[in-house]
């Protein structure tokens, strides 16, 4: 699985957008990026996942550059509650889907 | 419906005790997955199940540990002759059954056992 390299935190006023970036300059064709968070104490909560295309849910948004090298996460509108460490994983599942994460960035939410 | 549930959400025990871990996941989830993570640390992968069969054991760090999984539900986690070094939080994750071509079902975390080795 490719690895992802991730700023080990970032502030963003409360309203304002989110853009965590992310570089994975080794993924592979057939490797996902996906974005999970981890809000402190609690279990990490998947956020969404995309190949080459830009992608979009209720939660979030993510860009994937036209290489694949690297893409952005933005929560359109931060909340206090988006206050977590966020975790950017490129692998493409294999045999087991296991997730390999690093140690993501520390978000936090400023009012 | 129920999401992934873990008890005991806190464990205390002393160096050399064994220690049992539980996880249930959601119901109908034939994968289940045990991740570790360390204080300040990322996840650590430790063991995949799917069904009652475990494909994927190479995250086990030694063999003082084991898991099982039963009725394709309950899963164990089972810590032997526990070190200090053991202390983390134990998390499982489930999953619906994996799509073709890396196409990938989301996994459930559920709150994770905090474990205290004295």
């Known amino acids: 699985d490719a690895k992802t390299t991730q700023p080990t935190s970032m502030d963003c006023a409360e309203g304002r957008a989110a853009n965590l970036p992310c570089n994975h300059s080794t993924i592979s064709g057939n490797e996902y990026v996906y974005w999970y968070r981890q809000i402190h104490s609690q279990g990490p909560q998947y956020i969404i996942h995309?190949?080459?295309n830009n992608e979009t849910n209720e939660m979030a948004s993510l860009i994937i550059t036209e290489d694949r090298k690297s893409s952005t996460l933005i929560l359109p509108h931060a909340t206090l509650r988006d206050t977590a460490v966020y975790y950017c994983?490129?692998?493409?599942?294999?045999?087991?889907?296991?997730?390999?994460f690093g140690t993501g960035t520390l978000l936090a939410v400023q009012p | 419906g129920a999401g992934v549930s873990q008890s005991p959400s806190n464990k205390v025990t002393e160096k050399g005790k064994d220690v049992e871990l539980r996880c249930d996941p959601i119901?109908?989830?034939?994968?289940l997955y045990w991740y570790r993570q360390r204080l300040g640390q990322g996840l650590e992968f430790l063991i995949y199940f799917q069904g009652n069969s475990a494909p994927d054991k190479s995250g086990l760090p030694s063999d003082r540990f084991s898991a099982e999984r039963t009725g394709e539900s309950v899963s164990t986690l089972t810590i032997q002759r526990t070190q200090q070094e053991d202390s983390a939080v134990y998390l499982c994750a489930s999953s619906s059954r994996l799509t073709s071509g890396g196409i990938y079902n989301e996994q459930f975390f559920g709150p994770g056992t905090r474990l205290t080795v004295l």
């Open positions: 994983i490129a692998f493409w599942g294999g045999a087991t889907n296991k997730l390999i």
């Open positions: 995309g190949l080459k």
């Open positions: 119901s109908g989830h034939t994968a």
